[in-house]
């Protein structure tokens, strides 16, 4: 009987390629029992870098299906280097991807996989069409405030990992809808992307354990603290299964300041041994 393929979707540009390599190794790694299929959505990335993505996609047994975006679609977001135009894809993302396809999980590159992601892959999100994680416990007083700036009453999601129901989203998400509230908000909007995710589909998001699917690596003492000391870095080890490199600060630069930095580097160094 043929394993169930797990839909990933990614989105990033020619700068991420190498953080995209590390966070796929530790996918792959981590989840030797699972089928991948990995959906690339992207504007400019060259036929080369490609076809480059997807041998070394191959050598894991892994499909790698790119999607050409048409960057006029996002003429009028505001884009930053910080916050690349990629970044809004996935927001059209049911929109983007086939209509074959019925699920997907997103994951930013910036990531590290430590242990099994089919417990969110196999989540029940009932009504909701999506399922992601808030910071909510770490930044308390910064969720109280997004609720005010967007006009919200739920918390506010981290949208770096997100399982999206695409059947319900497609219903759900209306590129003109997408456009109007950059267009009207544009001042408001500090993370773009993730503001208007907030804005409009926040309510139809199941919310998850942020320090199982989605662990901001910049808190661990404030981790540590709020579970009374159970969530040290054994517990992570064996537990968390997303560990996030939220912020300006990434760990593949040799000045990262994070305990976290020698475990990003061994999972790098296997991605780059891997080209050899």
């Not at 909701?128 to 416990?137: L, P, R, V």
């Not at 662990?215 to 968390?240: F, H, V």
């Amino acid at each position: 009987m043929n394993k169930e393929v797990l839909n990933i979707l990614v989105t990033f540009d020619t700068n991420y390629i190498e953080p995209f390599k590390t966070m796929f190794t530790s996918l792959i790694v981590n989840n030797p029992n699972e089928r991948f299929q990995i959906w690339l959505l992207h504007s400019a990335i060259s036929k080369e870098n490609l076809n480059y993505l997807e041998e070394y996609c191959n050598k894991r047994e892994v499909l790698l299906s790119p999607i050409q975006v048409d960057r006029t679609l996002f003429k009028d977001a505001p884009i930053s280097k910080q916050y690349p135009q990629e970044m809004y894809y996935r927001l059209l993302a049911p929109q983007l991807l086939p209509e074959t396809l019925n699920k997907v999980l997103y994951l930013d590159p910036d990531i590290l996989i430590l242990n099994s992601v089919r417990p969110l892959w196999d989540i029940e999100l009932g009504d909701y069409s999506f399922a992601a994680a808030s910071h909510s416990g770490i930044f308390g007083i910064m969720n109280t405030v997004n609720r005010v700036r967007l006009n919200t009453d739920h918390d506010y999601f981290n949208s770096g990992v997100m399982l999206m129901d695409l059947k319900k989203a497609r219903k759900l998400v209306k590129p003109s809808e997408v456009f109007t509230c950059v267009n009207e908000h544009e001042v408001e909007l500090l993370l773009p992307d993730q503001d208007v995710f907030n804005y409009l589909y926040g309510k139809d998001t199941l919310q998850v354990e942020d320090e199982i699917w989605n662990y901001d690596a910049r808190y661990y003492k404030e981790y540590l603290l709020r579970s009374n000391g159970s969530c040290d870095l054994d517990w992570i080890m064996q537990n968390t299964v997303v560990l996030h490199f939220c912020g300006k600060k990434k760990p593949w630069k040799s000045s990262f300041p994070s305990r976290f930095a020698s475990l990003y580097k061994h999972y790098m160094q296997m991605g780059i041994r891997e080209d050899n």
